[in-house]
C-alpha cells in the first residue's frame, strides 16, 4: 500500500502531536519546530480575530467612536529614550522625576491640538511598568522618586475632559527573567501569567478604554494559543475596546484593524480598517533634542490616512521632565487651527472615492466630497479625475459666503475654476455637493509629474503609470490583500498566493503613444513558482526565485525584501486596457510554507 504525501503528513503530526509534553500554549509553535524559520511564526493557523463571533453591524457600532475620530496622539514615555529597546540603567531610574507632569494639561493641549483620543505606552520593551502594578516592583512607584501614577493620572484627566483613553502594552519584555523569544522555555508559564495580570490590572482599574494596543508580537514564543488567551481577556473585561492586529502578528483578519508603521499604505478598493502609526518628534521616546516633523507633514499623513478609511496614531516622545516639547506644540497648532475651520472634512468622514490624486486627497460624507489640496495648480484648474458622478454645486469650506466655483468637465474629468493662488493657509479644502452617490472610474492614469521616493516606497516618473497592489481587483480564494508593517520592513503587498486560479487585475487608461519598461516588484523567501503578466497584446513570463533577506536582517514575519526586476517593453496605443497577472505554476514547497507564488508590491510603467 503506497501513503501518499498528504497522509503521510496528517500521520506525522499526529505522532508529534501524541509525543508533545510542553506548554500547551506552545503546541502550534512545536509542529513547526523543524520547518524553515519564516514558517514557524503564526503561519498557517486561524488568525487572532478581535471578536470572534460578532456580525459586521456589531463590529461597525463597536468601531464607530474610534473610527469617526480619526486623530489620535500616540505618547512613548518614559525613562528610556530614542527606541527605547535596552535595560534602563538604575541611574537613570534614580533621576527620573517628571515633576512638571501635569495630565489635565497634556489632555487640554491634546485637546487644542485637535486629537480625538490618547494611546499611552503603560509598559514598553524594556519591561518597565510605568503605573503603579502590584506584580512587580519594576515600576515608576518602586523604582523612581515620583512616586506617582501617571497612567492613571492621565486616564481620569482624559475622563474629566471627556478624551477617549487607551494604553500600549509590549509583549516583549528585555528585563523579566521568564520572558523568552523563542520556545520550550521552563519559566515562560510564569511571565504569561504576569502579562495577563498587568493586562488585567490595566483594564480593570484605568476607566474604559477606546483601544488596546499590544506590541513586540513578532517572536515565536507569541503563539495563536497565548495570543487567543489575552483576545479572551480583554473581550471579558472591556467588551467594547478596540484590539490593534498585533495581538497576532499582523496577519489578515487579526485584531480589530491593521496598524502599518511609519507610513500610509496605498488602499484603493480595501475596506479594513485601519490605523497609521508614525512619530512626529523623538524616536519614539525623548531623543533629547528639538528635532520633529513639519505641520505639512503632519495634516497631509492625517489627510491621506482619513482618505483612504484610516485613522492617524501621530507619537509625541515627552520630555523626562513630563513636558511635551514646546517646539512640537507650536507646529502642531497650525494643525489643530486648521481642524477647526476644516475638521469637517475629516472628523466622521469616510473614505474617499479616488485611489489616488497627485495633488491630495478626498473624503467623503454621503454625497458630499471634500478635496484637500496640498500641491496647487498651476493654471489655476483643479482636475478631478474619472468623477462620473454631476456635481451639483462646490466651494471653499473656510468660504463662509459659500462662493460657487465654476465646474466643467470634459474627456471624462471634472475640472474646478479657482484662484491662481491659495487663498487659505495650508491645505485649502473644496466641499463638492454631488447630484448622487460618489461613482469614480478607477483606471490607472499617467502620471503628469514625479512621484517622489517616500517612506521605502519607489519613485515613479512623470509619464508612467502605477500599479499599487491596492488599486488592484483581485480574484480568488487565498490571494489577499495585506496592510503592511513598517516603512522599513514590510509594505502593503499581495500575499496568500498559494491557487493557481487567483489573480489579480487592473484597468488601464492611456490617452497618448508611448513605448514603456515593464516594471515589477517584489519578495519571496522561497522559489515561488512561474507567472505571465498581461498588458494589451503582450504577455511576459516570469520564474520567481527565492531572494534572501540581508545576513544581518532580523528573522522577523514583518519583514519582506524586495526587489524590482524589468520584465520587459510595451507600446501603447491611446485606449483602455486590462493588466492582468496569474500564476502558470505555484511550487509545492511554497504552498507548503504557506508562502505562495510571491509577495508583490507593485507593477509600474517606466516611458522609454
Known amino acids: 500500500m503506497v501513503i501518499g504525501v498528504t497522509a503521510q503528513k496528517k500521520i506525522v503530526n499526529q505522532n508529534e502531536t501524541k509525543l508533545f509534553r510542553g506548554d500547551p500554549l506552545e503546541k502550534s509553535a512545536f509542529l513547526k519546530k523543524d520547518l524553515p524559520w519564516f514558517a514557524r511564526f503564526q503561519v498557517g493557523e486561524p488568525p487572532v480575530v478581535g471578536f470572534p463571533g460578532e456580525t459586521s453591524e456589531e463590529k461597525k457600532e463597536r468601531m464607530r467612536k474610534w473610527a469617526d475620530a480619526k486623530y489620535g496622539l500616540f505618547l512613548h514615555w518614559g525613562p528610556q529614550r530614542k527606541g527605547g529597546e535596552y535595560i534602563i540603567p538604575d541611574t537613570v531610574l534614580e533621576n527620573f522625576n517628571p515633576t512638571n507632569f501635569n495630565a489635565e494639561?497634556?489632555?487640554?493641549?491634546a485637546k487644542r491640538l485637535g486629537f480625538k483620543y490618547i494611546?499611552?505606552?503603560a509598559k514598553h520593551h524594556a519591561g518597565f511598568s510605568m503605573y503603579d502594578s502590584k506584580l512587580t516592583d519594576y515600576d515608576i512607584i518602586e523604582k523612581t522618586p515620583f512616586k506617582r501614577d501617571p497612567i492613571k493620572e492621565l486616564a481620569d484627566a482624559c475622563a474629566e475632559q471627556e478624551m477617549p483613553f487607551g494604553v500600549y502594552y509590549s509583549v516583549w519584555d528585555m528585563y523579566q527573567p521568564t520572558y523568552s523569544k523563542d520556545i520550550g522555555s521552563a519559566e515562560y508559564a510564569k511571565y504569561h501569567e504576569f502579562m495577563l495580570g498587568q493586562v488585567e490590572e490595566l483594564l480593570t482599574n484605568y476607566g474604559p478604554m477606546i483601544s488596546v494596543w499590544f506590541d513586540g508580537e513578532w517572536v515565536n514564543s507569541w503563539t495563536v494559543e497565548r495570543a487567543t488567551e489575552f483576545r479572551d481577556k480583554i473581550r471579558e473585561i472591556q467588551p467594547n475596546t478596540v484590539i490593534a492586529n498585533r495581538i497576532g502578528q499582523r496577519r489578515k483578519g487579526e485584531g480589530a484593524h491593521h496598524s502599518p508603521e511609519n507610513f500610509m499604505p496605498y488602499i484603493g478598493n480595501q475596506n479594513d480598517y485601519w490605523e497609521s502609526c508614525a512619530k512626529f518628534?523623538?524616536?519614539w521616546f525623548y531623543s533629547g533634542t528639538e528635532k520633529s516633523k513639519s505641520?505639512?507633514?503632519?495634516?497631509?499623513s492625517l489627510c491621506y490616512a482619513a482618505s483612504r478609511g484610516?485613522?492617524?496614531?501621530?507619537?509625541?516622545?515627552?520630555?523626562p521632565k513630563g513636558e511635551f516639547l514646546e517646539t512640537s506644540v507650536k507646529k502642531l497648532e497650525k494643525v489643530g487651527d486648521w481642524l477647526q475651520t476644516n475638521g469637517e472634512s475629516i472628523y466622521e468622514a469616510q473614505k474617499g472615492p479616488h485611489y489616488f490624486l497627485e495633488w491630495g486627497?478626498?473624503?467623503r460624507k454621503g454625497n458630499t466630497l471634500y478635496y484637500q489640496i496640498f500641491?496647487?495648480?498651476?493654471?489655476?484648474k483643479l482636475m478631478i479625475p474619472g468623477l462620473v458622478t454631476e456635481v451639483e454645486s462646490a466651494c471653499f469650506l473656510a468660504d463662509t459666503m459659500n462662493t460657487y466655483l465654476r465646474v466643467t468637465r470634459k474627456n471624462g474629468n471634472v475640472y474646478i475654476t479657482i484662484p491662481k493662488s491659495p487663498p487659505y493657509k495650508m491645505a485649502n479644502v473644496i466641499k463638492v455637493e454631488l447630484e448622487g452617490t460618489p461613482k469614480v472610474d478607477h483606471a490607472i492614469r499617467v502620471f503628469h509629474k514625479e512621484l517622489l521616493a517616500k517612506d521605502a516606497m519607489r519613485a515613479v516618473p512623470a509619464g508612467g503609470y502605477f500599479f499599487s497592489v491596492g488599486f488592484a481587483n483581485i480574484q480568488g480564494e487565498t490571494l489577499h490583500f495585506a496592510y503592511g508593517t513598517g516603512a522599513g520592513a514590510q509594505r502593503e503587498n499581495l500575499k496568500g498566493w498559494t491557487e493557481e486560479n487567483d489573480l489579480a487585475e487592473w484597468d488601464l487608461l492611456v490617452e497618448k503613444d508611448g513605448s514603456y519598461n515593464v516594471e515589477i516588484t517584489y519578495g519571496s523567501l522561497v522559489d515561488g513558482g512561474v507567472f505571465e503578466l498581461t498588458i494589451a497584446d503582450k504577455t511576459f513570463q516570469h520564474t520567481v526565485k527565492a531572494i534572501p533577506l540581508h545576513p544581518k536582517a532580523k528573522e522577523s514575519p514583518l519583514i519582506v525584501k524586495y526587489n524590482t526586476l524589468v520584465l520587459g517593453d510595451v507600446t501603447l496605443k491611446p485606449g483602455r486596457y486590462?493588466?492582468?497577472?496569474?500564476?502558470?505554476?505555484?511550487?509545492?514547497?511554497?504552498k507548503r510554507l504557506h508562502q505562495g507564488l510571491m509577495t508583490l508590491r507593485d507593477v509600474t510603467l517606466v516611458p522609454r
Open 361 to 363: 486627497t478626498s473624503t
Open 105 to 109: 494639561k497634556w489632555v487640554l493641549t
Open 578 to 590: 486590462k493588466m492582468t497577472i496569474k500564476p502558470l505554476k505555484i511550487d509545492n514547497e511554497a
Open 119 to 121: 494611546v499611552i505606552t
Open 295 to 300: 505641520p505639512e507633514w503632519a495634516l497631509y
Open 375 to 380: 500641491d496647487w495648480p498651476e493654471n489655476g
Open 310 to 319: 484610516g485613522n492617524f496614531l501621530m507619537n509625541l516622545g515627552p520630555t
Open 281 to 283: 518628534d523623538g524616536g
